[in-house]
């Protein structure tokens, strides 16, 4: 079972900056499309940026110019540098990996971390 751990969320000052990191474990055939949701209290989960394997670039209007998004495709890792933070980007955030292990790619989430921007 493909596995997506998640590390680097916390509390933050509002203008400071935090780095999201994600690692994918377990045997697989290749990884699609790298990505990050986020999730605030009370609203729906809402794509922050993707990059394919291509290294293709994906942002919410929201963040561009402030998040920045990268892989590492020897590591299977996906990070998310946030610049800039302001409050109203408090959520958990989820990584996300589309896996092909056989046949169709698959979805696999990671556990969710939880970033605090404080005003």
């Known amino acids: 079972q493909v596995q997506l751990e998640e590390s680097g969320g916390g509390l933050v000052q509002a203008g400071g900056s935090l780095r999201l990191s994600c690692a994918a474990h377990?045997?697989?055939?290749?990884?699609?499309?790298m990505g990050w949701y986020r999730q605030a209290p009370g609203k729906e989960r809402e794509l922050v940026a993707a990059v394919g394997s291509g290294g293709s670039l994906n942002y919410a209007d929201s963040v561009k110019g402030r998040f920045t998004i990268s892989r590492d495709n020897v590591k299977n890792m996906v990070y998310l540098q946030m610049s800039s933070l302001k409050p109203e980007d408090t959520a958990i955030y989820y990584c996300?990996?589309?896996?092909?292990?056989?046949?169709?790619?698959?979805?696999?989430w990671g556990q969710g971390t939880q970033v605090t921007v404080s005003s």
């Open positions: 377990r045997t697989f055939l290749r990884i699609n499309t």
């Open positions: 996300y990996a589309d896996i092909v292990q056989w046949g169709s790619p698959n979805r696999y």
